[in-house]
């Protein structure tokens, strides 16, 4: 159903993951996750050790947070995030780079694990995973099925759909054998027997490389995807791999799913067999101006600026500067934004690719409305939503709407669909937080 | 540090643009265009190019005058406009008159609603409809098919084969008869008959239907609907009695009903945006065509068929909803 085939311009993916130092400073954001951000539980003028919990998020959704660097804390501080509001962070000024005690720093490859489902779900929680293809969503919590709901699968999404980024490609490449142990992790803490790595057909090194390594793993399989956007959304990736659509407002759980980015995957790896909570991430420094298109792997709270930095700098021409993909990502108004555990990437425009094409009348070619990947009318919802019709927004179901972008995207007349659909759905969101009192 | 843009996802735009869009239309008609010009001659292009200059000319007009809003006459529609509008009336036409339907055409069909996008109506039809009704005699007075020919005045003129039909049926006539004064059905593919300028060649106008399909310039849905059910219907009626109804490829080969289907019936602005609706629409213009064919005063319906069902698209619209995702959930 839907979908649109942007451009790839996968530029860094023969980049091998390059682990950056950590700079000189950072600033940690409370709110890296979705829903309730921690409390720190460290004060100005602390020491704290890299992989030392920080902050804790004893909320049902929220996520703990851990020093990223060994250093002191300089002070808590609103900073402005990828969102372009000034959030809470901790910053921390660096002093070396002395690790917490029992985070084993060796690489060598870790497989026997004799923990219960129980004691890797506190693991998992314990290094504050959340999901790391962008949504960041507690990992925990999806790996505790609710009473009721049985998972049969575990899926993991090794689609990478956005174009230019890379992270999740190489990823896979460099710690394919990690990842599977993660899976097996996963599989382990949920009870499921089944679980599916799918991945665009655009990676073919990289299916071929997983398939191999899953032939030693019971119960873990590849698919090759179809090269589309979003492929990757959670509801089209479960559809496409085992053909259920997950009901409108509902989980992925409802059709017996669990999903999880390979990047989380690892991460449970490195939480549950190296005790390493998470404070690093891959992310893709990529653009058609910049000069070294990278993989890097960054310590969380790095600027943007020193990632730019490692690439080759910030070009001369350049006229946007985007946190994620180019369908989803944010364009940034500060290049001293902080890595997060949801950053993917960081992409440079130069002028001429930034500005959206002119605005012209609506002709309703129904293209907007023939690669929704959610059956909804783009058309519609926006000028509905631009007039505040907002019983009729819901009833178009706006609120299924995930803002890939795609009706934007494709719009001859570049109409800023989506703009209006993102406000309708706030509107909506509190009208029906309203109703339900 | 110089400023950033700052704009919401996503930050890639496809490369089609509206006039993107028009001018693929534009290029696909080119054969019809040239079977025009090959078997009508000089009066096919001059009333062509006329009905493209007025159309761009009157929309500049009422967008720099009466609008004074931005001038917009090379995105490509107001061509297609003038194309399409003298695809519909006999080569031979005053060119005076080309000019007062593209006034209609542009004016009360298109901006009087706010313009590309607004019009509910097909503007290319509501000025083939208009000169029809108010220039009866020039507009049913079709020259004869000649190979290139510079004639300009003294054309040879005869009735076009759906007036032949109808004149004859309506003196009962038997269809057979009728039939053997009329070219066989490969001429009529090719466009070798009596009809208005741009309608006659099937074959090159189902060329550039083709190439719209294949470039997703328009969807498949509308235009296989209407041939297909205006083929159905009239199947029906040759198979009770084919010596009133002649049989469906005759139908299908003569008048409009392929630039109807393909270009007419297809147009964005007119036609609904989901594909069950499409199909509805398409539908309905095939039964309608062949309704007026059979028993309406005109020989020929498929103008009045698509603006009938132009007037029922926010109707359908409201109707027939896309498959909604998680919608009907069958799983297990």
Redesign the interface.
């Known amino acids: ?1 839907g979908g ?1 085939h ?2 790839e311009n996968k530029l860094a993916e023969k980049q091998t993951i390059e682990r950056l130092d950590p700079p000189k400073s950072v600033a940690i954001p409370l709110a890296q996750h979705l829903g309730v951000p921690a409390e720190p539980v460290v004060a100005r003028g602390d020491q704290v050790k890299t992989g030392q919990r920080i902050a804790k998020g004893e909320a049902f959704i929220s996520a703990h947070i851990h020093s990223s660097v060994s250093g002191k804390v300089k002070k808590v501080d609103a900073v402005v995030d990828a969102s ?1 509001y000034r959030k809470k962070a901790i910053i921390i000024d660096v002093e070396g780079d002395e690790w917490e005690e029992g985070i084993e720093l060796d690489e060598g490859l870790q497989k026997q694990c004799d923990l219960d489902a129980k004691e890797i779900m506190t693991k998992v929680q314990e290094a504050g995973i959340v999901g790391m293809g962008g949504a960041t969503f507690p990992s925990h919590v999806k790996l505790n099925v609710p009473k009721g709901k049985k998972a049969e699968y575990l899926i993991i999404n090794g689609v990478e759909c956005e ?1 230019c980024l890379t992270a999740d490609h190489r990823l896979m490449m460099e710690k394919g054998e990690e990842i599977m142990v993660g899976i097996e992790l996963q599989m382990k803490a949920l009870g499921v027997k089944q679980a599916i790595i799918g991945i665009e057909q655009n990676k073919p090194d990289a299916i071929q490389h997983l398939t191999r390594l899953a032939a030693d793993y019971d119960g873990i399989s590849v698919q090759a995807l179809e090269v589309k956007y979003p492929q990757g959304a959670e ?1 089209q990736l479960i ?1 496409a791999l085992i053909n ?5 407002g ?1 989980l992925p759980i409802e ?1 017996g799913c669990v999903v999880h980015n390979v990047g989380t995957a690892f991460a449970v790896y490195e939480a549950v067999q190296k005790n390493k909570p998470l404070i690093e991430r891959v992310v893709t420094v990529s653009g058609t101006s910049v000069k070294k298109p990278s993989n890097f792997m960054a310590r969380i709270g790095t600027p943007v600026s020193a990632l730019i930095e490692a690439a080759g700098g910030l070009p001369e021409d ?5 946190n ?1 993909g ?8 500060d ?1 001293e934004v902080p890595v997060t555990k949801g950053t993917s990437g960081i ?1 440079i ?1 130069t002028e001429n ?5 002119p605005e ?7 293209r907007c ?2 690669i ?6 783009p ?2 919802l926006a000028q509905l939503a631009e007039k505040q019709r907002l019983e009729e927004c819901e009833d178009e ?1 706006i609120m ?1 709407c995930m ?1 890939c ?2 009706c ?7 109409k ?1 669909l ?2 209006h659909i ?1 406000v309708g759905k706030t509107r909506v969101g509190k009208m029906i937080r309203e109703r339900s009192g | ?1 110089k400023l ?11 490369k ?3 006039s ?2 028009m001018y693929g239309v534009i290029f696909s008609l080119i054969p019809a265009m040239l079977v025009s010009f090959y078997f009508f001659g000089l009066p096919a292009i001059l009333i062509t190019l006329t009905a493209v200059v007025s159309c761009m000319f009157f929309e500049f007009i009422i967008q720099k005058y009466l609008i004074k809003g931005p001038v ?1 006459i090379f ?1 490509g ?1 107001a061509i297609i406009t003038g194309v399409l509008l003298a695809f519909n009336v006999p080569a031979n036409l005053p060119l005076g008159l080309m000019v007062i339907g593209s006034a209609v055409a542009i004016g009360m069909g298109k901006m009087t609603f ?5 019009n509910p109506f097909n503007p290319a039809l509501v000025g083939r409809v208009f000169l029809m009704i108010s220039f009866p005699v020039q507009m049913t007075t079709y020259p004869k098919p000649t190979a290139f020919t510079t004639q300009l005045t003294d054309v040879v003129t005869g009735p076009t084969p759906l007036t032949a039909l109808k004149d004859g049926v309506t003196q009962g006539v038997p269809v057979s008869e009728i039939m053997t004064q009329l070219p066989e059905y490969g001429r009529l593919l090719i466009g070798n008959m009596g009809g208005s300028a741009g309608e006659i060649s099937a074959i090159a106008i189902i060329l550039g239907g083709i190439y719209m399909v294949i470039k997703k310039i328009i ?1 498949w849905h509308i235009p296989v609907t209407f041939i297909g059910s205006a083929a159905i219907f009239a199947a029906l009626f040759w198979l009770i009695n084919p010596e009133v109804y002649p049989d469906p490829v005759f139908q299908l080969l003569t008048g409009g009903l392929m630039l109807g289907a393909i270009y007419m019936a297809t147009d ?2 007119t ?5 069950w609706g499409m199909i509805i629409f398409g539908v309905g213009c095939g039964l309608l065509t062949m309704i007026i064919r059979f028993f309406g005063a005109y020989p020929e319906g498929v103008a009045f068929s698509i603006l009938i069902m132009n007037a029922f698209v926010p109707l359908i619209n409201r109707g027939f ?9 069958k ?1 297990g």
């Open positions: 159903m649109v942007p451009p372009g174009p509801k559809k259920r659509e997950v009901p409108s509902k059709v350049t006229g946007k500067v985007i994620g180019p369908m989803m990502g944010k364009a940034l108004n290049l992409l425009f690719e930034s500005p959206r094409p012209q009348n609506c002709i309703r070619c129904a409305l023939t929704c990947p959610m059956g909804l009318e058309y519609l179901r299924d803002e972008g795609s934007l995207y494709i719009c001859p007349s570049a800023p989506l703009d993102r | 540090m950033l843009t700052v704009s919401g996802s996503p930050h890639y735009h496809a089609e643009s509206v993107s869009l917009t995105d529609s706010g313009g590309l996008g607004k969807s964005y602005t036609s609904p945006m989901a594909p909803k896309p498959k909604r995702f998680g919608e009907e959930v799983n």
